[in-house]
């Protein structure tokens, strides 16, 4: 399975905008954006000349790379997206929303959305009672979604329990600390996700 390997922080230089892929150290002094705020290589601190095209490509490398997710399987969220009624953009956002490792991070279970995939691969989640262990798997209305009973006593799961509450969660979900479960209300609208990404970019590029 393709995955990217290479230093996260470098991915938020490059798009010049914390992405918080590192959980707790986006927050800190210790954050590489803090100290070189342009994107890196030799030629990072040179000014590039800022075409329509150079704007929407990298609207959609910075919303892929927020979520995770690689080029092709993007691009099938795109052409998914498209399909549904609505706005092409909007619908986008729901779709990356609604997948299990980002509804995991949303709750409070993981510091990254890296952490919460890792979560999931290794099979510390059950929705509606089975066992799912794939991070893209799309929760849906009235799911009810768990930390495995044999889960619960590791360390991420104990620190996620205990900071419970330091972290708004959306209000499409309901979380339960005291037995580690996350209600699924709804689906996410535009309005709540705070995803700082102009999703009509995204649209113009693939529509192109």
């Known amino acids: 399975m393709a995955r990217y390997t290479g230093a996260d922080c470098k991915r938020c230089r490059r798009e010049k905008v914390k992405l ?8 800190g002094p210790k954050c590489p954006i803090e100290s070189r705020p342009y994107p890196p290589g030799q030629h990072g601190r040179a000014r590039a000349k800022e075409s329509e095209y150079l704007l929407q ?6 919303c892929a790379r927020i979520y995770g997710v690689l080029e092709k399987q993007f691009r099938n969220y795109y052409t998914e997206a498209s399909r549904l009624a609505g706005k092409t953009g909007e619908n986008l956002l729901v779709l990356l929303e609604t997948r299990l490792d980002n509804v995991i991070y949303r709750a409070g279970f993981a510091k990254s959305r890296d952490m919460a995939r890792q979560i999931v691969r ?22 009810i979604i768990d930390v495995r009973t044999k ?58």
């Open 20 to 27: 918080f892929l590192k959980g707790s150290k986006c927050d």
């Open 57 to 62: 490509m990298r609207e959609k490398q910075k």
């Open 122 to 143: 290794h099979g510390h989640i059950l929705v509606n009672g089975r066992k799912v262990d794939i991070p893209s798997f799309h929760v849906s209305q009235f799911d």
């Open 151 to 208: 889960s619960q006593d590791l360390t991420p799961f104990i620190v996620a329990s205990a900071e419970f509450g330091e972290k708004s969660v959306p209000a499409w979900l309901e979380v339960v600390p005291s037995s580690m479960r996350i209600i699924v209300h709804g689906q996410p609208t535009r309005a709540i996700i705070d995803t700082q990404v102009q999703e009509q970019l995204i649209v113009e590029l693939y529509s192109k």
